[in-house]
């Protein structure tokens, strides 16, 4: 990390008078995307499996998708295998299958840092950040506020530090005091600098998702042919629910798949408002919309790095607000799991609550979703760290405290805590110590005590007495307190000099052309 | 519920100036045990499963068990099949199978109103309330304080009110105020009055034991053959661990073995202090420990209801305190699922956290233990409501936020969540839609929105702006209100004043006898 003080100067002062006391602040879990040793949870039987695919091929085949972008509705009809009215576009259910059956089942992503690479597909999970709120609540603030870019870079030092995030999605709060033109110059400068892991680009514009690629392919220092060779980023896409995409998504959609980047599709299929109030239908009609974006990239490059999202969750039906980390949620989710192993899709899921605030129901709703991930076998989990109010809010307590979340699932899945060979059955152990005295001191524990258990970084297993006299904290305000200390010693991923020189040029050049256009 | 006014005459201004208001005050969920229709997660494989059975028929076989107590050694000793040196007993596995093999794999407890039976062993779920803390802790009092038997009534109205809780296992804070030698007696008037779900007894001498057999019977009208014909309540025994069992824990044991009542056995095997470092050898240690009492009940009278219950956890090696809800917490009470389905027995595990107070930690701590036991098949989870602490503290707020967790299991275990039926996948709902509006007017969601979806009575699902205008209440302020008007509008559930009369004289007349022998 020889250049860190040379970034310094040339990044600014954004990391403020930062305290370098290295970057123990807490005592994590090393680098180790899980393998998810579980038997998926699958409520579905095979005729259930089987009643969700038809549905889902009927409203393709009867029903159809708009597609709001000429180019692909170009690229359908050059197919052959679809029926065009105007900008509704329908496909035969072998037609689906035939061109859904190119998409890899497991491909890489590999970013900056190649030792960061996440696979998609097999038995692989990995977590990313909150992406996208407009709005950012911390203890010290205490109210909800527009995000500006400091608080962007805050949640993108705590993507990078916790070695249980494993990619960082977008933007894990919308910069609000930098122009939407050239907003996504400033935070994917920010992104590649302060993080190595993959990035992500939105898809609104073609402006836009073609400088991020070219971002990132000068922060991997890559030849245009060596970013071409495989997935070095990625993009998430939503539909317009119902039964619609809409043009800049298909058309970010398109420029990634023609340069062999990573496709995941994720409609937002609330039941009861954008999709039948009944689960299965609501992820039947996900099927359909996330299949047509699949079909397309297939289309485009037979083999396409593909993943399927899902995002069905229900509404309060007495307000209509959405609600997230319910039990509708967790069975859409565990069912959209078994559809993709159907499909042989890499799946995406995600770590969501409707809780406004760092507190119990935000706890509850948050393992709720997160767990119901890992159930459905998902392989990448979006928005798993610092998600707030159904997306509207990051928070840095949420982000500490979901962290801890993911790292127990990280040890959960380490096999050492099922392990049943003569060691772990211990039986010599337990005739040493017989009916008389404890385990705390014999040898086949002293081999073990170091490493044998999870050890929490911010739940207190203190007692109640020692709790309360070292102050009687709160989690969310522990979690506080690990955001300040993670930030004040915060230490960027090393960057070769003439990268950065690269990437900051780009980011001067594209401003002085004028960024991207806005609508505003 | 005629005898109320009576009944609070007689009971004493125990329940205050209670402002009578129904007992609508959330909107909860009927009483309806779950059915748990997902396959356990199953971390071993068989050979793990052999391997675990191999090591508790070993510990058995060739370490033994020391039983501090005369008459169930003389029933070991008799039965022919031990080698008992002092108090030492050994035994061989075709002699522990042999005897395993007598109890039911399902059996059903039937307190006082038949109608809150509930069912050990196959598919079915049960949840208690928090047993046995010390210590209380509610926000008004913001401190740890020793429990009362008001406070004790308190959480057994709780407890009663709570649909989703299913039986009242023990005292859910213990009454220090009531001298311990009469204790049981007003504590069980209370419990068998204020509640009319299953009830339990502690181990804790003969007379207390005798004393809560007679007034489950007296409280359900039995005669005493009635009684026996099934249980009509349970006990839940704790080994001595490392293996251990005690004089009084066996002896209540082998009175409710012979009176035909629920047995549970649940060792406290806490993996590198009671039990081996490693969770295999734990849970081994665990299960020797508790089919040495399901044999003991079957040598008593062959065919006794007995459950293995699991309480394998860790402790934080850097101190010395259990742990609970961690990551291995959950691997140990699903590979004990594994186990009891393989001995054919009922389980026993429990909703429990080291947290200190209802915040974000209790709820990760308690998610992690509650879905743990969903996903190890478990039948029956005691402390599924209330517990902080690592059990030395009981608190409402605390009781009715798990609660809002409990409903969640029980409503994802709705199997409409997952039906896919043409109804469900709504292809017609979905082509009336198309492209354009949305399902919140249409007929097939106005058909259903009132019972669509899970309904919370605590969550928050409003946006930030609507909960902050409401005053901004984290959610364990929120739940101690919920608490507070609980109880305020509490209503007993009926009771025959005869009943209640008997129970009453019952009461005084072993008060005046001086109650229960004590130690001090």
Same mark, same amino acid.
């Given at each position: 990390?020889?250049?860190? &003080?040379? *970034?310094?100067?040339?990044? !600014? #002062? =954004?990391?403020? +008078?930062?305290?370098?006391?290295?970057?123990?602040?807490?005592?994590?879990?090393?680098?180790?995307?899980?393998?998810?040793?579980?038997?998926?949870?699958?409520?579905?039987?095979?005729?259930?499996?089987?009643?969700?695919?038809?549905?889902?091929?009927?409203?393709?085949?009867?029903?159809?998708?708009?597609?709001?972008?000429?180019?692909?509705?170009?690229?359908?009809?050059?197919?052959?295998?679809?029926?065009?009215?105007?900008?509704?576009?329908?496909?035969?259910?072998?037609?689906?299958?035939?061109?859904?059956?190119?998409?890899?089942?497991?491909?890489?992503?590999?970013?900056?840092? &190649?030792? *960061?690479?996440?696979?998609? !597909? #097999? =038995?692989?999970? +990995?977590?990313?950040?909150?992406?996208?709120?407009?709005?950012?609540?911390?203890?010290?603030?205490?109210?909800?506020?527009?995000?500006?870019?400091?608080?962007?870079?805050?949640?993108?030092?705590?993507?990078?530090?916790?070695?249980?995030?494993?990619?960082?999605?977008?933007?894990?709060?919308?910069?609000?005091?930098?122009?939407?033109?050239?907003?996504?110059?400033?935070?994917?400068?920010?992104?590649?600098?302060?993080?190595?892991?993959?990035?992500?680009?939105?898809?609104?514009?073609?402006?836009?998702?073609?400088?991020?690629?070219?971002?990132?392919?000068?922060?991997?220092?890559?030849?245009?042919?060596?970013?071409?060779? !495989?997935?070095?980023?990625?993009?998430?896409?939503?539909?317009?629910?119902?039964?619609?995409?809409?043009?800049?998504?298909?058309?970010?959609?398109?420029?990634?798949?023609?340069?062999?980047?990573?496709?995941?599709?994720?409609?937002?299929?609330?039941?009861?408002?954008?999709?039948?109030?009944?689960?299965?239908?609501?992820?039947?009609?996900?099927?359909?919309?996330?299949?047509?974006?699949?079909?397309?990239?297939?289309?485009?490059?037979?083999?396409?790095?593909?993943?399927?999202?899902?995002?069905?969750?229900?509404?309060?039906?007495?307000?209509?607000?959405?609600?997230?980390?319910?039990?509708?949620?967790?069975?859409?989710?565990?069912?959209?799991?078994?559809?993709?192993?159907?499909?042989?899709?890499?799946?995406?899921?995600?770590?969501?609550?409707?809780?406004?605030?760092?507190?119990?129901?935000?706890?509850?709703?948050?393992?709720?979703?997160?767990?119901?991930?890992?159930?459905?076998?998902?392989?990448?989990?979006?928005?798993?760290?610092?998600?707030?109010?159904?997306?509207?809010?990051?928070?840095?307590?949420?982000?500490?405290?979901?962290?801890?979340?993911?790292?127990?699932?990280?040890?959960?899945?380490?096999?050492?805590?099922?392990?049943?060979?003569?060691?772990?059955?211990?039986?010599?152990?337990?005739?040493?110590?017989?009916?008389?005295?404890?385990?705390?001191?014999?040898?086949?524990?002293?081999?073990?005590?170091?490493?044998?258990?999870?050890?929490?970084?911010?739940?207190?297993?203190?007692?109640?007495?020692?709790?309360?006299?070292?102050?009687?904290?709160?989690?969310?305000?522990?979690?506080?307190?690990?955001?300040?200390?993670?930030?004040?010693?915060?230490?960027?991923?090393?960057?070769?000099?003439?990268?950065?020189?690269?990437?900051?040029?780009?980011?001067?050049?594209?401003?002085?052309?004028?960024?991207?256009?806005?609508?505003?």
């Amino acid at each position: 990390m020889a250049d860190v &003080p040379k *970034r310094r100067k040339r990044g !600014g #002062g =954004r990391a403020g +008078n930062a305290d370098r006391r290295g970057r123990a602040v807490i005592d994590q879990m090393p680098w180790a995307p899980p393998i998810n040793l579980d038997r998926p949870t699958e409520p579905l039987n095979e005729a259930g499996v089987l009643a969700i695919h038809d549905g889902a091929m009927r409203i393709l085949e009867e029903i159809g998708m708009q597609i709001l972008n000429p180019e692909a509705l170009e690229i359908f009809r050059a197919s052959g295998g679809c029926t065009i009215e105007g900008e509704k576009v329908r496909m035969g259910r072998d037609f689906v299958m035939e061109h859904v059956a190119k998409a890899p089942p497991e491909w890489t992503i590999t970013p900056r840092n &190649p030792e *960061r690479a996440i696979t998609m !597909g #097999g =038995r692989h999970l +990995n977590f990313g950040n909150v992406s996208s709120p407009p709005s950012y609540w911390d203890m010290e603030i205490g109210k909800k506020v527009t995000g500006t870019r400091e608080m962007c870079a805050n949640l993108l030092k705590l993507s990078q530090y916790f070695n249980c995030v494993h990619f960082v999605g977008g933007y894990p709060v919308e910069p609000q005091d930098i122009h939407a033109s050239i907003r996504h110059l400033d935070v994917l400068y920010d992104k590649l600098t302060l993080t190595d892991k993959v990035a992500h680009a939105y898809c609104l514009g073609k402006e836009r998702v073609e400088d991020v690629m070219e971002m990132v392919r000068i922060a991997g220092g890559h030849t245009h042919e060596e970013f071409e060779s !495989g997935p070095k980023m990625y993009t998430n896409i939503n539909s317009t629910s119902p039964l619609k995409h809409d043009y800049p998504m298909l058309d970010g959609w398109m420029r990634l798949a023609r340069r062999n980047q990573g496709l995941v599709v994720t409609p937002f299929t609330l039941a009861g408002a954008m999709a039948p109030v009944t689960m299965s239908g609501a992820v039947a009609q996900s099927l359909a919309e996330g299949l047509v974006a699949v079909v397309l990239a297939q289309l485009i490059r037979p083999g396409a790095c593909c993943a399927i999202g899902t995002f069905t969750s229900n509404v309060d039906m007495k307000s209509g607000a959405p609600a997230f980390g319910t039990p509708e949620y967790m069975r859409a989710t565990q069912m959209t799991g078994q559809l993709a192993r159907f499909y042989k899709l890499p799946m995406r899921a995600s770590g969501v609550c409707a809780a406004n605030v760092p507190d119990g129901q935000a706890m509850w709703e948050t393992s709720n979703s997160l767990w119901s991930a890992v159930q459905s076998g998902a392989h990448m989990v979006y928005h798993a760290a610092g998600w707030l109010e159904g997306g509207l809010i990051a928070s840095p307590e949420k982000f500490v405290m979901d962290c801890e979340i993911l790292q127990h699932i990280q040890r959960y899945m380490d096999p050492i805590l099922t392990a049943t060979g003569p060691d772990e059955i211990a039986l010599d152990a337990i005739r040493e110590v017989g009916g008389e005295g404890h385990y705390f001191g014999i040898q086949h524990t002293q081999d073990r005590y170091t490493t044998a258990f999870y050890q929490p970084y911010l739940s207190d297993w203190r007692n109640f007495e020692a709790w309360e006299a070292a102050g009687g904290v709160w989690t969310a305000q522990r979690a506080h307190q690990v955001y300040r200390d993670i930030i004040a010693s915060y230490e960027e991923p090393p960057m070769e000099d003439s990268i950065r020189e690269e990437l900051g040029a780009f980011v001067e050049r594209r401003k002085s052309e004028g960024g991207a256009p806005t609508d505003f």
